[in-house]
């Protein structure tokens, strides 16, 4: 069973560029959320995505930034006209759907994005 | 504001020591803590705390939660160079499933 998988490894991407980022979550899991860890830094929510659906998007900066998590195929998160401040490591978790319990995240390897 | 407070910060022992990493937090209507492991990599699952008092163990971890106190701690016995890593604590509301999490403890733990 696969886990929590997210590409590329790495990303370098000059000022102004486009970032595209992808996770696909472990098999069975319907929900996925994406945090940002900056260098020394704990993670920080930014989205959590259902199919189609955008749950909870209270950490996404309002400009440049969006995600999606479409029927078919990973989720992404799309970072436009990229800065030097994107740059960070940006993990995927992906979870089941349970409403009776608490559920624990799994996290993919991270894709780290810098930004020249 | 939601938060979570790691400590210490960092950590240096010599393997064998047993060590205990502490989490407090304050949360609107807290659901859940649970505990990670971050190498240079994705951050792995350790324990998941949703009751007050029971310890959860598993080998040389363990961790138990005080809902009243507001904290957690994770204690790890005859630590081992493999412990080496970033401990991270979070928490989950009922109110949204995000993970807040604290800023992790790095744990150095030489031969």
């Known amino acids: 069973n696969a886990g929590v998988m997210q590409n590329p490894r790495h990303l370098v991407r000059r000022r102004g560029q486009e970032a595209r980022l992808r996770c696909s979550p472990m098999?069975?899991?319907?929900?996925v959320y994406w945090y940002r860890q900056l260098p020394e830094e704990g993670l920080k929510f930014m989205v959590y995505?259902?199919?189609?659906?955008?749950?909870?998007e209270s950490g996404m900066p309002k400009e440049r930034f969006s995600a999606e998590f479409p029927k078919e195929g990973p989720s992404i998160l799309r970072i436009q006209q990229v800065v030097r401040g994107d740059s960070a490591a940006y993990f995927c978790?992906?979870?089941?759907?349970?409403?009776?319990?608490?559920?624990?995240?799994?996290f993919g390897p991270g894709t780290r994005l810098t930004v020249t | 504001e939601d938060k979570v407070v790691q400590s210490p910060l960092s950590l240096v022992v010599h393997e064998g020591d047993t060590v205990t990493l502490n989490c407090s937090y304050e949360?609107?209507?807290?659901?859940?803590l649970l505990w990670y492991k971050q190498e240079k990599k994705a951050p792995t699952f350790l324990f998941m705390l949703?009751?007050?008092?029971i310890e959860k163990k598993s080998g040389r971890l363990s961790s138990i939660l005080d809902k009243k106190e507001l904290f957690s701690i994770l204690n790890i016995t005859a630590t081992q160079t493999g412990d080496s890593a970033v401990y991270l604590c979070?928490?989950?509301?009922?109110?949204?499933?995000?993970?807040?999490f604290g800023t992790g403890t790095r744990l150095q733990v030489f031969p």
């Open positions: 978790a992906s979870s089941p759907y349970n409403e009776a319990s608490s559920y624990e995240q799994y």
């Open positions: 098999k069975g899991h319907s929900h």
């Open positions: 995505l259902q199919k189609e659906n955008i749950i909870d």
């Open positions: 949360v609107t209507n807290f659901r859940s």
């Open positions: 949703t009751s007050s008092g």
């Open positions: 979070a928490v989950r509301s009922y109110n949204t499933d995000k993970l807040i």
